[in-house]
């Protein structure tokens, strides 16, 4: 599964992604996330990890992730570690005129079961995501990032 997703935000590249890095404020705008908590100590960076969980489909699901890729300012790439099935999400910003464009790529790997329910899974990620999306604007142009 794949699903790609562009939005223009109206804040700076720089506070856009360091919201996003800040695992601490993820459940502020990822509606179906009920935990998320930085397991390692220091700055956000390559190697840094955390555990994120979400509630979908009536069930707990539990995420260990890493950054693979940190430029700050541009790029922040992490991957499970352990979960349900394997992930990545890649988080890319660019300025636009006054604001920043946030491209996010989000692949996921289900087996078993869970990938005869694939396409199904894949509409409703895309719709979570964008929601997503629309919430971190939201909280960002409104000044609630803090």
Not at 103 to 123: D, F, K, S
Request: with cysteine; glycine share 8%; proline share 5%.
């Amino acid at each position: 599964m794949r699903v790609e997703l562009e939005i223009t935000i109206d804040r700076p590249v720089d506070v856009v992604l360091d919201f996003i890095t800040d695992i601490s404020k993820f459940t502020q705008w990822a509606e179906n996330a009920v935990e998320a908590v930085q397991t390692s100590e220091g700055p956000v960076g390559v190697g840094t990890t955390c555990r994120i969980v979400n509630r979908a489909m009536g069930k707990s699901l539990e995420h260990e992730f890493e950054v693979t890729e940190f430029d700050p300012g541009k790029r922040y790439t992490v991957r499970s570690t352990s979960g349900p099935f394997p992930m990545m999400m890649t988080y890319n910003v660019e300025e636009v005129g006054h604001g920043a464009k946030l491209h996010t790529v989000t692949e996921a790997a289900p087996g078993g079961i869970m990938a005869l329910a694939a396409p199904l899974m894949n509409v409703k990620i895309k719709k979570q995501l964008e929601s997503d999306h629309k919430n971190l604007k939201r909280l960002l142009e409104s000044g609630q990032e803090g």
